[in-house]
Structures are given as C-alpha cells and as structure tokens.
C-alpha cells in the first residue's frame, strides 16, 4: 500500500487535498475502498480507506492502527562534509531507506563545493522532498529533515545536542583499527542520539580531527577498506541496523 505523511488525524476521517490528492487520483488511480497509510508527526501509522472522491480532495476513514515501529531504536544524524555534484541527493535518499533520523551538511577545510544562502535553501528544499519520497518508498514512520550549517565551527556548535558523536576517519581504517564502533554500539541505549560525521573527498585535515577530539568526538575506522565520502555513511548505518536490530 501507498503510504502518505500528513498532519495530523481528527476522530477517524482524514480530508486529502493538494499534492496527495494528485498522487492517489492521477498517479495512482485509486477508488472508493481502496486503502493506504497515512503516517502523522508523532509516528503514528493509521490503515485508511477511501470513503469518498471530490473534484479536489480525497476523504479517507481509519480502519485500524499499526502497532509495531520501522525505526531504529536509537536516534541517528548524519553529517557530510559538502561533496562535490549529487552526492548529497544519493546520502540522503539511501540514508533515509537505512534509518537516519536527520541530515546535516558543513563545508569541510577541504571542501571542493561551495554554497551560498541562496544555493544552501534550493539545495535543502531538494533534499527535504527526496527525504520524504524515500521515507514513503521504504515504509517509514518518520520523514528525516536536512539542514545546511554554514561552518565547521558551527558542526562543532552542535555536539552537545546529542549523546554520543563519532567521526569516520581513514587513518584509523589504515591502522587496523576495528573496535571502536563495536564497543560504542554496546553503550548506546535505545533511544539515545548519535552523531556521526564524515568528512568530503579529501577527508578531514588534522586540525578539524583535532578540534573535534576535543569535543568529545571518538574516532572511528569502518573496516579494512577506505570507503567513498558516499559510501561511508551507508556502511554506518548497516552496521548500526545489525547491531540494534539483527543481533
């Protein structure tokens, strides 16, 4: 079934217009008594049946509420030093499909793209609306957010918001370092927030490694191979659903 973020549900009819209306009417086609589900704010998952068809909306009655969650149990942000072209674009829609609950960006010492207000706000609108078809597409129960900060001193601004932060660093992967994400998975509990930071193509300078150790940030190695500025919050996130979820 089609799933729909909206928000929020009164008693048990919902009113559907705008951008959903279009979706179940033209795109999908729908009729009377066909069902979808409707997902509001506070993650709730509501099974809804079309009871009536307007020119311009679309009225649906709950039949029923899911019970079980699609979410990780614990609460993790990625941060992605700016990499070049649509790297972002592919982060944010496979991230979301793995469970990421926020996206941040920040350009790095090393940092080849560069943004500007105006470019930063047409960017985060993209990526808010790939966040959301990919949070409908993989069944989600929440719709990740994107949020450009405009410094590095800015990322660092952000670390005490969460319970724990790590940061991906190839020098470890090149010294065999293969414990540490292990070890921090067994400390966090269920829903505590993590952050995990990676850097841009050329990765983190010395000094941003330094700054952020300084604030608490445990570094960390994601196996014996380097992987892309892409590649490596996927890995991340795997491994974070393995840890929490398969084991």
Same mark, same amino acid.
């Given at each position: 079934? =089609? ?12 009113? #559907? ?32 049946? #079309? ?38 674009? @592919?982060?944010? =829609? ?37 966040? @959301? ?25 952000? #670390? ?5 932060? #790590? ?19 067994? =400390? ?28 608490? +940030? ?6 014996? $191979?380097?992987? $892309? ?9 795997? +491994? +974070? ?7």
């Amino acid at each position: 079934m =089609q799933r729909y973020f909206i928000d929020e549900i009164k008693g048990d009819t919902v009113l #559907i217009t705008d951008d959903h209306f279009h979706h179940i009417v033209r795109v999908m086609r729908m009729k009377l008594d066909d069902q979808v589900y409707l997902v509001t704010p506070d993650e709730r998952t509501a099974i809804a049946g #079309i009871s009536e068809l307007g020119e311009d909306f679309v009225r649906l009655t709950v039949l029923s509420w899911k019970s079980e969650s699609t979410e990780l149990p614990i609460n993790i942000t990625i941060a992605s030093g700016l990499p070049k072209g649509d790297k972002l674009e @592919l982060i944010t =829609q496979k991230g979301t499909e793995l469970g990421a609950k926020h996206f941040l960006s920040f350009p790095a010492k090393r940092s080849i793209s560069k943004w500007d207000a105006k470019k930063a706000k047409k960017k985060v609108e993209r990526l808010d609306k790939i966040a @959301l078809e990919a949070a409908e597409q993989s069944h989600r129960s929440f719709v990740p957010n994107f949020q450009h900060l405009d410094s590095f001193q800015a990322l660092i601004q952000t #670390i005490p918001n969460y319970d724990y932060v #790590i940061v991906a660093y190839e020098e470890s992967a090149k010294e065999g370092e293969a414990t540490a994400l292990a070890t921090l998975f067994k =400390q966090v509990r269920h829903g505590e927030s993590l952050l995990a930071i990676f850097g841009p193509e050329g990765g983190f300078s010395v000094g941003e490694i330094e700054q952020l150790e300084s604030n608490k +940030a445990l570094k960390v190695g994601l196996g014996p $191979r380097i992987l $892309r500025t892409e590649t490596a919050p996927f890995y991340f996130l795997a +491994a +974070a659903s393995f840890a929490f979820e398969l084991s």
